[in-house]
């Protein structure tokens, strides 16, 4: 195989492999969000609040621990 060839090669791997990195990290922060959301509208439900004020704030922190 020609150089320049396998130098494509490579390159188009590179983008992939930073493709796949960042869709990734995408899919962890919609669960970390989904999963803190979910607890707080579990604990609002068994409390029955008006306002869903937890999970309100949960889905706040998930937002925020997701960003770490």
């Given amino acids: 195989m020609p150089e320049n060839e396998q130098n494509e090669v490579k390159d188009i791997a590179k983008n992939t492999s930073t493709y796949a990195k960042y869709a ?14 979910f607890v707080g509208y579990k604990i609002d439900e068994n409390a029955a609040h008006d306002t869903k004020w937890v999970t309100a704030v949960l889905s706040l922190i998930g937002v925020f621990v997701s960003c770490i």
């Fill in 24 to 37: 990734g990290l995408g899919f962890q922060m919609m669960v970390i969000i989904g999963v803190f959301t």
